[in-house]
């Protein structure tokens, strides 16, 4: 299978397989439809390890039926007493993500958004976003995708909520535009169960596409998002929020900015420990075996001419002589020299024991010292 490209953002930052996974802040309305409090997320992401903050746009009018904007919404969560009046109260403005663009890239960070509907994408396009994020609702939303692929921008493809029938339709949809297309494997529970998280999915997804495949949390902790890396993602995804206890369901699957910051230093850890695929002594063991492996050294003092037994050897440490791995070779020689006890085995000091009287023998050339037998 041919390594998916490598797809290099306007913002110097590399999102594909061999370059550090691309850790987005996934800022969505976690702002509460406050551009001052949106700003201070952008800073606190850039400030924690982000590389990217991703937010959400929504043209309300395309999006939603007249029906689903004046159904009563009520309850802790509510921002409204309709859905309508709700979704607009967590909504920026285009100028507001105009800002916060130049914000976030004035700080390093990519900056981009899930454009909901056609306006929205349009929106984001004029601002300029170097890539398109296109949410798992709209994975199976045929025009979005089309108007998605003509941008000619990279994509990242959400798969929460979908079977692989799905997803087969949407990449081929995709891919008749470009290959610059990462797929996200996600659960869109809110928050996942741990037992949910499905993590080898991102191997399955890999195979059958032959794309990028990044990891997108919604659980709770930490422990799920740590252990993708061990599946190689590109992108990790996790919601960013300054305050767990806000109203809204994303802030219950999101991460504080020390908990953010916390997983992206395990994050670069465990890509660390990725590195190497082979079976490798490396420096530091080399000079641990030397002091905590064991040599053979001789059991007692020893006369030269007796032929070493079993009970002759040790084996003792430092690991700086003769390995035990040989004491079945050693066992059976004549010592050419007296030994002490604790001295080590040399080889030059070993040769074959003597053939006992009139045995025969293969051949009458005299014994030798043995030589790293």
């Given at each position: 299978?041919?390594?998916?490209?490598?797809?290099?953002?306007?913002?110097?930052?590399?999102?594909?397989?061999?370059?550090?996974?691309?850790l987005?802040?996934e800022?969505?309305?976690?702002?509460q439809?406050s551009?001052?409090?949106a700003?201070?997320?952008?800073?606190?992401?850039?400030?924690?390890?982000?590389?990217?903050?991703?937010?959400?746009?929504?043209?309300?009018?395309?999006?939603?039926?007249?029906?689903?904007?004046?159904?009563?919404?009520g309850?802790?969560?509510?921002?409204?007493?309709?859905?309508?009046?709700?979704?607009?109260?967590?909504?920026?403005?285009?100028?507001?993500?105009?800002?916060?663009?130049?914000?976030?890239?004035?700080?390093?960070?990519?900056?981009?958004?899930?454009?909901?509907?056609?306006p929205?994408?349009?929106?984001?396009?004029?601002?300029?976003?170097?890539?398109?994020?296109?949410?798992?609702a709209?994975?199976?939303?045929?025009p979005?995708?089309?108007?998605?692929?003509?941008?000619?921008?990279?994509?990242?493809l959400?798969?929460?909520?979908?079977?692989?029938?799905?997803?087969?339709?949407?990449?081929?949809?995709?891919?008749?535009?470009h290959?610059?297309?990462?797929?996200?494997?996600?659960?869109?529970?809110?928050?996942?169960?741990?037992?949910?998280?499905?993590?080898?999915?991102?191997?399955?997804?890999?195979?059958?596409?032959?794309?990028?495949?990044?990891?997108?949390?919604?659980?709770?902790?930490?422990?799920?998002t740590?252990a993708?890396?061990?599946?190689?993602?590109?992108?990790?995804?996790?919601?960013?929020?300054?305050?767990?206890?806000?109203?809204?369901?994303?802030?219950?699957?999101?991460?504080?900015?020390?908990a953010?910051?916390a997983?992206?230093?395990?994050?670069?850890?465990?890509?660390?420990?990725?590195?190497?695929?082979?079976?490798?002594?490396?420096?530091?063991?080399?000079?641990?075996?030397?002091?905590?492996r064991?040599?053979?050294?001789?059991?007692?003092?020893?006369?030269?001419?007796?032929?070493?037994?079993?009970?002759?050897?040790?084996?003792?440490?430092?690991?700086?002589?003769?390995?035990?791995?040989?004491?079945?070779?050693?066992?059976?020689?004549?010592?050419?020299?007296?030994?002490?006890?604790?001295?080590?085995?040399?080889w030059?000091?070993?040769?074959?024991?003597?053939?006992?009287?009139?045995?025969a023998?293969?051949?009458?050339?005299?014994?030798?010292?043995?030589?790293?037998?």
């Amino acid at each position: 299978m041919p390594t998916a490209p490598i797809i290099r953002l306007r913002s110097g930052h590399a999102v594909g397989p061999g370059c550090p996974a691309f850790l987005v802040a996934e800022i969505g309305n976690n702002h509460q439809g406050s551009l001052a409090t949106a700003r201070d997320m952008v800073r606190a992401a850039a400030a924690c390890g982000a590389d990217a903050v991703k937010f959400q746009k929504r043209d309300l009018g395309a999006l939603f039926t007249r029906a689903g904007l004046d159904a009563p919404y009520g309850g802790p969560n509510s921002f409204g007493d309709t859905y309508g009046r709700h979704r607009a109260a967590l909504e920026l403005p285009g100028e507001a993500l105009a800002e916060l663009k130049i914000l976030a890239e004035s700080l390093g960070l990519a900056f981009f958004a899930s454009a909901w509907d056609a306006p929205s994408l349009r929106l984001l396009v004029g601002l300029g976003i170097e890539l398109i994020k296109i949410p798992s609702a709209d994975l199976v939303n045929l025009p979005l995708l089309r108007l998605a692929g003509e941008t000619g921008l990279p994509l990242i493809l959400s798969t929460g909520m979908s079977g692989l029938a799905d997803v087969d339709a949407a990449v081929a949809e995709l891919r008749r535009y470009h290959d610059r297309i990462v797929l996200l494997h996600c659960n869109s529970s809110y928050p996942c169960p741990d037992a949910q998280a499905g993590l080898p999915v991102m191997d399955l997804l890999r195979r059958r596409y032959g794309l990028p495949v990044g990891y997108s949390g919604h659980e709770r902790g930490l422990g799920p998002t740590i252990a993708a890396v061990a599946f190689a993602p590109v992108v990790i995804e996790r919601h960013f929020t300054l305050d767990r206890t806000l109203p809204g369901t994303d802030h219950q699957a999101s991460l504080t900015p020390d908990a953010f910051a916390a997983m992206a230093g395990m994050v670069r850890e465990a890509e660390a420990a990725m590195r190497v695929g082979r079976k490798h002594i490396f420096p530091g063991e080399a000079a641990a075996a030397l002091k905590l492996r064991k040599s053979l050294v001789f059991a007692r003092d020893l006369p030269a001419g007796h032929v070493l037994g079993p009970e002759d050897l040790a084996c003792k440490c430092p690991g700086t002589g003769i390995t035990p791995m040989a004491h079945d070779a050693v066992a059976g020689c004549r010592l050419l020299a007296k030994v002490r006890q604790d001295e080590p085995v040399a080889w030059e000091i070993l040769a074959p024991a003597l053939p006992a009287p009139g045995a025969a023998t293969e051949t009458d050339a005299p014994a030798t010292a043995l030589s790293g037998f």
